[in-house]
């Protein structure tokens, strides 16, 4: 018999996350922009999306998720990204701060070391894989500022003491954004003395919280495309304080053994 598209191998679904994510935005995009007929993007969240690969890597059965740079799967299995010509997903991208208005008069020193945080890739993936390898996200942390002291130097440069002083952060659980965001928490705690909380929210509450006042920060904006969206809606209420990481990038991802190479190929 004729061998089984790969559209009717993956039942003509992309595993998704959650459906707030701006990368669901662009795989939808995908769809309109590659005219994928029939096909289904399903919502759930960053780990339902990694189990469901976890398991279809395990069966060697094919998977097309919506995948990430810098993410832990990469080092774990061996995946591709589809070519995607069409640029559904945008090109590279950078992970920016962004700040409520007011953080600077409020709190000048946790402002600075914000502004001044910026780290790489490779840094980001050391922090996801030691959570991926079961350290709790707060201990991946601080055990990586404790060994990168030279650099976390760099970020805090002369800012003075809080003596306790509460802060909130703002994010989405995403594999990187729980690695950064405990990385800064941990920074903020350890070296200004602030009592820093991390709240878990969905992308659209995370933006309109900065926006809101009621969250000071957030190091979890994907910019300029996935996040454009909730950048267009908030960019007047909050302060972009730029890039943390470069180099990042998003799209449909296949585990290297299935036969299929770009997005275009899925409408065969
Ligand atoms: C999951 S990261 C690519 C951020 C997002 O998609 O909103």
Known sequence: GNAKSVAEQVNRQLIGIDPGAGIMKSANKAIADYDLKDWKLVEGSGAAMTAALDKAIREKK?????????????AKYDLKYLEDP??????????????RKGLKADHPDA???????????????AVMGAIQEGKKPEQAAQEWVGAH???????VGDAGKADGKALKLGYVAWDSE?????????????RLGYKVTALQVEA?????????????AMVAAWLPTTHEEYFNK???KVED?????????????????MDIGSIEDLNK
């Open 234 to 236: 908030y960019k007047d």
């Open 178 to 190: 729980i690695a950064s965001t405990n990385v800064v928490k941990a920074v903020l705690e350890s």
């Open 241 to 257: 304080l730029g890039p943390n990481l470069k180099g990042t990038k998003t799209g449909l991802v296949v585990p290297a053994y």
């Open 86 to 99: 069409k640029q559904s997903f945008g090109g590279e991208e950078q992970i920016h701060t962004v700040v």
């Open 111 to 125: 402002y600075a070391v914000l502004d001044r945080f910026e780290w790489s890739t490779d840094d980001m993936a």
């Open 149 to 155: 002291a030279s650099q976390v130097d760099q970020w």
């Open 62 to 74: 094919p998977i097309i998720v919506t995948g990430w740079t810098p993410h832990w799967m990469f």
């Open 204 to 216: 659209g509450p995370m933006w309109a919280g900065i926006a809101g006042g009621d969250t000071d």
